[in-house]
């Protein structure tokens, strides 16, 4: 049983910095892909960036290149999101996510399993 926990949301302001975590348990194959989401209020969920098993390929969303950064620590089945210069409408729950196959995928129907989320809010 694959289970996702995120951690280090919160509500900070326009132009400040968080680091989100995704702690990974029951993955047993560390070739897993692996993602990050979001969904703001009354939208429906987006990709952020993604991560190929061993951090050779990494893919990021217009919206967030060049100010986020996607990590993943193996050795401790953790994966990271360093979010720079945040804006407001960054504000969303932020979801990571686990595909076993198939890079590039940006959809997240795609994706096999999920974390509860953790939600990310950014004041002007």
């Known amino acids: 049983q694959v289970r996702l926990v995120e951690s280090g949301g919160g509500l900070v302001q326009a132009g400040d910095s968080l680091r989100l975590a995704c702690a990974a348990s029951?993955?047993?194959?560390?070739?897993?892909?692996m993602g990050w989401f979001r969904r703001a209020p009354g939208k429906d969920r987006e990709f952020v960036a993604a991560?190929?098993?061993?951090?050779?390929?990494?893919d990021y969303a217009d919206s967030v290149r060049g100010r986020f950064s996607i990590s993943r620590d193996n050795s401790e089945n953790t994966m990271y999101l360093q979010m720079n210069e945040l804006k407001p409408e960054d504000t969303a729950i932020y979801y990571c996510?686990?595909?076993?196959?198939?890079?590039?995928?940006?959809?997240?129907?795609?994706?096999?399993?999920w974390g509860q989320g953790t939600q990310v809010t950014v004041s002007s």
């Open positions: 996510a686990a595909l076993v196959a198939g890079w590039g995928q940006r959809r997240f129907q795609h994706y096999d399993y």
């Open positions: 029951g993955v047993t194959d560390i070739r897993y892909i």
């Open positions: 991560i190929s098993s061993r951090g050779g390929n990494i």
